[in-house]
């Protein structure tokens, strides 16, 4: 991708964007076209390091033993092993974690206590501690901070029942090359994961969290109010879906 258009597509962004009382995101969308949803091999689940931190800070939680309670109280939370039962009791209380926490570490000699207290509530929307994203640690390791700088520049590219992939890429109050440079990795990462790569990729868009989008393209920045979502019908088919 042109990194000169991405700048370009940046700045038109905050051109045609009002000032909110709050720094909005950058939301990064792709549309795909020839895939199969239905096919496991066309599925895109994807963790992607990103340059620079995308702005918002992910919330972690941590499920270790002793080993890695003390290590681990750099995250926003830690629940000992000691406590996995009362969890695995309460399915409500493992489902009112999944929605509080954006990531969660987990420590590798516990994941069949893991997977039993907490698998049900977290596994169903895809929380689960995941060792893509770095997330399984040994019970012995020098420090936890590493993993905690990475998952906050760390994004995942992910289609559900759609021909789309949408995330949160930077912040308002980045720098734009930051946001280029961010764009740039995630485009890259998700072009070499496609199967038939370029021919995967239907458009590119960009746009601040209340902003109208704007596509990227090599002949400059397209303004679109509306992103079309795939029609009902063409969710499953891996026919090209209707983005604007």
Do not use: W
Not at 44 to 51: E, G, K, M, S
């Amino acid at each position: 991708m042109n990194q000169e258009a991405i700048l370009e597509s940046i700045k038109k962004v905050r051109e045609i964007s009002k000032k909110r009382k709050f720094p909005q995101s950058f939301d990064l969308i792709i549309n795909l076209t020839q895939l199969d949803i239905k096919n496991p091999n066309d599925k895109i689940d994807l963790f992607v390091i990103l340059n620079h931190p995308k702005g918002k800070t992910p919330k972690i939680c941590a499920l270790v033993g002793s080993e890695l309670e003390s290590k681990a109280k750099i995250f926003d939370k830690v629940i000992n092993k000691d406590e996995f039962p009362q969890y695995q009791k309460d399915i409500k209380k493992v489902k009112k974690l999944a929605r509080e926490y954006d990531y969660f570490i987990a420590q590798a000699n516990l994941m069949g206590e893991i997977a039993a207290a907490f698998g049900k509530g977290l596994g169903t929307v895809g929380k689960m501690p995941n060792p893509k994203a770095g997330c399984i640690v040994p019970p012995v390791i020098p420090k936890l901070d590493p993993i905690k700088e990475k998952l906050n520049k760390t994004i995942r590219l992910l289609t559900k029942d759609q021909l789309i992939i949408k995330s949160i890429i930077g912040k308002e109050d980045m720098k734009d090359e930051e946001i280029a440079e961010n764009i740039q990795t995630a485009y890259s990462a998700l072009l070499h994961a496609l199967p038939k790569e370029m021919n995967n990729l239907k458009s590119v868009f960009i746009k601040l969290t209340m902003s109208p989008s704007v596509e990227i393209t090599d002949k400059g920045p397209v303004l679109h109010k509306k992103i079309e979502e795939p029609k009902e019908n063409e969710k499953d088919t891996g026919k090209e879906n209707k983005g604007s």
